[in-house]
């Protein structure tokens, strides 16, 4: 069969097997979400000893905590006893240790076995040694990550620098003092589409004047098709009579002192792969993390911050938290309206990125590489 020689002004996507087949997303699982660094939780999660959280990494649980020095900790949660799940419950607190509620083997937040029935009886089984199993946990923005690779890839190279590949340096984000900022709100999302066609749809705005009317409002060069994100260092402008980063075009509440005067009335929008996003605004900050969950469908948690008195005082946030979140609906339907075209015969091959998605190929030979796979001819 003979292949037609695509124009110039197009290039090929991913075939539609890497958005349908469950044996690609079980290596997504093994490749990626399992060997990089996965963003689990918002630090104010787990603001004091024995607050935790469970979470789906790859293929894994990971039972995150703090500990009594306030350190953070990740382990895998799984009783070393009989297998059984630790935790259970998504998010919780204990006060000094985790119980396994199938034969009580306790373990403290440290990770170390502290008692089980019948335990002195058998001096021989190491308290460390039979703890429960960590793995690489630290803290930046105001998140936590964890990376359940035995050997961690490098923090800064992967997640500093996917922030300094976007904006140019990392003190550009450091301006918003992010880990200090407080949530204002939360939405999860539960979107039934493949992970990699919502960060397709995030890093490009090829569709922004079809589907995003407010958004095309407030960041007007929106409307001509090139994502913020195709440029280094790029922040969208506001539109000249938008007073703030509102479903409306209103003033927005108290802007991050720490912001620029270049930075100021600009959006900027990073990925930080595999499943982060971030976007900046003067005075507020969206934060999204994605836990894909199966090859078609993927949970998003979304977080405002704002900065801390803009919460504790109770101002209303309702018109910035409802302009990004009605891009996220928008951006979310689109994507579950691509999903079943992904397993049509028609998209067997795959299809095509015009020059303002060009970038979007890059990630597709990301993808690739992680897989050890190559792009088809």
Same mark, same amino acid.
């Given at each position: 069969m003979?292949?037609t020689r695509?124009?110039?002004?197009?290039i090929?996507?991913?075939?539609?097997?890497a958005?349908t087949?469950p044996?690609?997303f079980a290596?997504?699982?093994e490749?990626?979400?399992?060997?990089?660094w996965?963003?689990?939780a918002?630090?104010?999660d787990?603001?004091?000893?024995?607050?935790?959280?469970t979470?789906?990494?790859?293929?894994?649980?990971i039972?995150?905590?703090?500990?009594?020095?306030?350190?953070? #900790?990740a382990y895998?949660?799984?009783c070393?006893?009989r297998?059984?799940?630790?935790?259970?419950?998504?998010?919780?607190e204990?006060?000094r240790?985790?119980?396994?509620p199938?034969?009580?083997?306790?373990?403290?937040?440290?990770g170390?076995l502290?008692?089980?029935?019948n335990l002195t #009886?058998?001096p021989?089984v190491?308290r460390?040694e039979?703890?429960l199993?960590?793995?690489?946990?630290?803290?930046?923005?105001g998140?936590v990550?964890?990376c359940?690779a035995?050997?961690p890839p490098?923090f800064?190279?992967?997640?500093?620098?996917?922030?300094?590949e976007?904006?140019?340096?990392?003190?550009?984000?450091?301006?918003?003092?992010?880990?200090?900022?407080?949530?204002?709100?939360?939405?999860?999302y539960?979107?039934?589409?493949?992970?990699k066609?919502?960060?397709?749809n995030?890093?490009?705005?090829?569709?922004?004047?079809?589907i995003h009317?407010?958004?095309?409002?407030v960041l007007?060069?929106?409307?001509?098709?090139?994502?913020?994100?195709?440029?280094v260092?790029?922040?969208a402008?506001?539109?000249a009579?938008?007073?703030?980063?509102?479903v409306d075009?209103?003033?927005?509440?108290?802007?991050?002192?720490?912001?620029?005067?270049d930075?100021?009335?600009?959006?900027?929008?990073?990925?930080?792969k595999p499943?982060?996003?971030?976007n900046?605004?003067?005075?507020?900050?969206?934060?999204?993390?994605?836990?894909?969950?199966?090859?078609?469908?993927?949970?998003v948690e979304?977080?405002?911050?704002?900065?801390?008195?803009?919460?504790?005082?109770g101002?209303?946030?309702r018109r910035?938290?409802?302009l990004?979140?009605?891009v996220? #609906?928008?951006?979310?339907e689109?994507?579950?309206r691509?999903?079943?075209?992904?397993?049509?015969?028609?998209?067997?091959?795959?299809?095509?990125?015009?020059?303002s998605?060009?970038?979007?190929?890059a990630f597709?030979a990301w993808?690739?590489?992680?897989?050890?796979?190559?792009?088809?001819?």
């Amino acid at each position: 069969m003979t292949s037609t020689r695509l124009p110039d002004s197009l290039i090929p996507t991913l075939p539609g097997s890497a958005y349908t087949d469950p044996g690609i997303f079980a290596q997504e699982q093994e490749h990626i979400f399992e060997m990089m660094w996965f963003c689990v939780a918002r630090s104010s999660d787990l603001a004091t000893p024995g607050a935790f959280r469970t979470v789906d990494v790859g293929r894994e649980s990971i039972l995150v905590t703090r500990a009594r020095d306030t350190s953070i #900790r990740a382990y895998f949660n799984v009783c070393r006893h009989r297998g059984a799940r630790l935790c259970t419950d998504e998010a919780g607190e204990v006060r000094r240790a985790f119980q396994c509620p199938y034969h009580a083997w306790t373990y403290d937040l440290d990770g170390k076995l502290v008692a089980a029935p019948n335990l002195t #009886r058998m001096p021989d089984v190491g308290r460390t040694e039979y703890g429960l199993v960590g793995v690489a946990a630290r803290e930046w923005l105001g998140y936590v990550w964890v990376c359940l690779a035995e050997n961690p890839p490098s923090f800064e190279k992967d997640v500093i620098g996917a922030v300094v590949e976007r904006l140019g340096d990392v003190e550009s984000i450091e301006h918003y003092d992010i880990a200090n900022l407080s949530v204002g709100r939360r939405i999860v999302y539960d979107v039934k589409a493949n992970w990699k066609l919502i960060v397709e749809n995030f890093m490009e705005c090829y569709h922004c004047a079809t589907i995003h009317p407010e958004l095309t409002e407030v960041l007007p060069e929106f409307a001509d098709g090139y994502a913020a994100q195709y440029y280094v260092g790029h922040g969208a402008q506001f539109g000249a009579e938008v007073r703030g980063f509102t479903v409306d075009g209103s003033a927005g509440l108290d802007r991050i002192p720490g912001v620029s005067e270049d930075q100021d009335r600009r959006y900027y929008a990073i990925t930080v792969k595999p499943q982060v996003f971030v976007n900046l605004v003067p005075d507020h900050v969206i934060f999204h993390r994605m836990y894909p969950m199966a090859h078609d469908r993927t949970v998003v948690e979304c977080d405002w911050l704002y900065l801390p008195h803009v919460v504790a005082s109770g101002k209303d946030v309702r018109r910035s938290v409802e302009l990004f979140d009605r891009v996220n #609906r928008q951006d979310f339907e689109a994507c579950e309206r691509t999903q079943p075209g992904m397993s049509s015969r028609l998209y067997a091959k795959g299809g095509v990125l015009v020059p303002s998605e060009h970038h979007i190929g890059a990630f597709h030979a990301w993808v690739n590489e992680r897989l050890g796979t190559r792009r088809p001819e």
